[in-house]
T-cell receptor
Framework: EDKVVQSPLSLVVHEGDTVTLNCSYE??????LLWYKQEKKAPTFLFML????IEKKSGRLSSILDKKELFSILNITATQTGDSAVYLC???????FGQGTTLQVKP | ETGVTQTPRHLVMGMTNKKSLKCEQH?????MYWYKQSAKKPLELMFV???????ENNSVPSRFSPECPNSSHLFLHLHTLQPEDSALYLC?????????????FGPGTRLTVT
């Protein structure tokens, strides 16, 4: 069965901490894997990953894909309260979202 | 207006009502999507339209009926819904197929079925 599993499901950290969010998948027909951030209602796009081992970076956020081991990670360094959100991983092989990781950053 | 807009933002309907959700994108995109987001469950893809043609229907009950009259507008017609259909309904659009382009989401319609 095709599935996308994110871990942890929730995480509470303090400002300044570094977090690593995981997304593993068992999906046929890999095309790409995307990360989104959902703060209130509308998810917003963070990264699209298509090739293994190539890190995508935007400010304090970065992400990498491992197509051999079938997972991706999203790193956030020097977290801020504005990073509090649900982080979603999306596999385009079957157009499946993971269940999300809820990140809470405390002041 | 810019981006993806959805109306109404909140909707309460009885099980015997008929209502429609509207989505409009101002991005010049060619693909549009409906998703359902229930509490404690992942975002579920319902329908996909590419260039106004429906290309995905993820076993959605017939009480949900999509309509895509042009590349900028997408509707979700609702009739005889069940309480378990209460959820946040999100619309999204992308420049091309979801496999190749990121999606831009609207703010959603919070639907409550009584």
């Amino acid at each position: 069965e095709d599935k996308v599993v994110q871990s942890p499901l929730s995480l509470v950290v303090h400002e300044g901490d570094t977090v690593t969010l995981n997304c593993s998948y068992e999906v046929t027909n890999f095309r790409s894997l995307l990360w989104y951030k959902q703060e209130k209602k509308a998810p917003t796009f963070l990264f699209m990953l298509t090739s293994s081992g190539i890190e995508k970076k935007s400010g304090r956020l970065s992400s990498i894909l491992d197509k051999k081991e079938l997972f991706s990670i999203l790193n956030i360094t020097a977290t801020q309260t504005g990073d509090s959100a649900v982080y979603l991983c999306f596999h385009t092989g079957k157009l499946i979202f993971g269940q999300g990781t809820t990140l809470q950053v405390k002041p | 207006e810019t981006g993806v807009t959805q109306t109404p933002r909140h909707l309460v309907m009885g099980m015997t009502n008929k209502k429609s959700l509207k989505c409009e994108q101002h991005l010049g995109h060619n693909a549009m999507y409906w998703y359902k987001q229930s509490a404690k469950k992942p975002l579920e893809l319902m329908f996909v339209y590419n260039f106004k043609e429906q290309t995905e229907n993820n076993s959605v009950p017939s009480r949900f009926s999509p309509e895509c009259p042009n590349s900028s507008h997408l509707f979700l017609h609702l009739h005889t819904l069940q309480p378990e259909d209460s959820a946040l309904y999100l619309c999204a659009s992308s420049q091309g197929r979801a496999e190749d382009y990121e999606q831009y989401f609207g703010p959603g319609t919070r639907l409550t079925v009584t």
